[in-house]
C-alpha cells in the first residue's frame, strides 16, 4: 500500500497543506513581472479574434445531474468577474486574481470536481469548464500561456458532444493551480464572458485585427490496451496560417496525450499492445 502523503492523513492536515500553497502563491504573486490585468470595460473591442460557446449541462459519467446545475449556478455567479477584461501589453491575466475565493457566503455551491484521479463533490465545483473556454479561445491567438495545469494521465469521462480535442482542458485548485497567459504583443486584448440558459460563452477581442489565424487539430488519437489497462493516445497540434498567403507558418505539437481510461471501453475499438 503506497505511502500516503501528508496532505492526505486528515482533514487537519489537508487545511494545513492548503494553507502553505496559498502562502507561497501570495508570496510569488507578489515578484510577477509586469501587472496583473485588473481594468474592465464595457465598450467592446472592435475586433473579434476567437469566439466559443460550451454546453453547460452534460453528461458526465455517473455524475448526478444536480451537481450539473449547481454547475450553472457557479458559472453564473464567477462569469460577470472576467466580463470585459482588458489584457494590455506586458499584462499578465490571472483567473483566480479576478475570480477571487470560491466559498458558500459568496453563493457557490458544490460542483463536480476532480482529486486524485476521482470524481468529487466540491464547492466551486465546476469552473474549471470555465478556464476550459479561455484557454481554448487563447490558443487561437499569439497570446504566451505561462500557466496551464492538465488532469494529467487521466480520461475520466466518455466523450459527450465533445467539440474540442481531448487534452486540451485545464485543471485549477484555488489559488496555487491557477491559469495565466501574458500579454507580449503591442495590441490589447479583452475577454467578454456570460452564459445564457444552456451555455457558458466567451469573446476574445483585440484593438487590432491578427495577420495570423491558427487551427487546432488531434492527430493519430486511438484507445489501446496494455495488460489490463486502457489508454487514450494521440497528439493536439496547433497550425499557424498567414492570413494574406494562406501559407503555413509553422505545426506545433501542444499535447501528446497518453491517458489512463477510468471508465467502460466495452464499446470503443481498443488495440491490443
Not at 507578489?30 to 467592446?44: A, D, Q
Not at 475586433?47 to 454547475?71: A, D, P, W
Not at 499557424?240 to 470503443?268: F, P, Q
Request: charged content about 20%; proline content about 3%.
Amino acid at each position: 500500500m503506497p505511502r500516503k502523503l501528508f496532505c492526505e492523513i486528515s482533514p487537519l492536515t489537508y487545511k494545513i497543506s492548503t494553507f502553505k500553497c496559498r502562502t507561497i502563491r501570495n508570496i510569488k504573486n507578489m515578484f510577477v513581472s509586469g501587472h496583473f490585468s485588473k481594468v474592465k470595460e464595457e465598450e467592446l473591442l472592435p475586433f473579434v479574434i476567437y469566439k466559443h460557446n460550451s454546453l453547460i449541462r452534460r453528461k458526465l459519467g455517473n455524475t448526478q445531474m444536480e451537481l450539473q446545475e449547481n454547475k450553472a449556478v457557479n458559472l453564473s455567479i464567477s462569469a460577470p468577474k472576467i466580463n470585459g477584461i482588458l489584457i494590455r501589453p506586458g499584462e499578465t491575466f490571472s483567473f483566480w486574481n479576478l475570480v477571487g475565493s470560491i466559498t458558500t457566503a459568496k453563493g457557490y455551491k458544490e460542483g463536480v470536481t476532480i482529486s486524485n484521479a476521482q470524481a468529487k463533490a466540491g464547492v466551486g465545483g465546476g469552473l474549471c469548464q470555465f478556464t476550459n473556454l479561455i484557454h481554448w479561445m487563447v490558443l487561437h491567438t499569439p497570446l504566451t500561456i505561462v500557466e496551464h495545469h492538465h488532469h494529467d494521465g487521466i480520461d475520466l469521462f466518455p466523450d459527450y458532444n465533445r467539440q474540442v480535442p481531448f487534452g486540451t482542458g485545464t485543471s485549477i485548485v484555488y489559488n496555487y493551480l491557477d491559469y495565466r497567459f501574458k500579454n507580449e504583443s503591442d495590441i490589447t486584448y479583452q475577454l467578454i464572458t456570460y452564459v445564457t440558459d444552456t451555455h457558458l460563452c466567451g469573446e476574445l477581442r483585440a484593438s487590432d485585427k491578427l495577420p495570423i489565424k491558427y487551427h487546432i487539430t488531434t492527430e493519430n488519437e486511438h484507445f489501446v490496451r496494455v495488460g489490463d489497462t486502457v489508454y487514450r493516445r494521440g497528439q493536439v497540434y496547433r497550425t499557424c496560417i498567414d492570413k494574406t498567403t494562406g501559407n503555413e507558418l509553422s505545426h506545433e505539437l501542444i499535447r501528446d496525450n497518453n491517458a489512463r481510461v477510468m471508465y467502460d471501453t466495452s464499446h470503443l475499438i481498443v488495440e491490443n499492445i
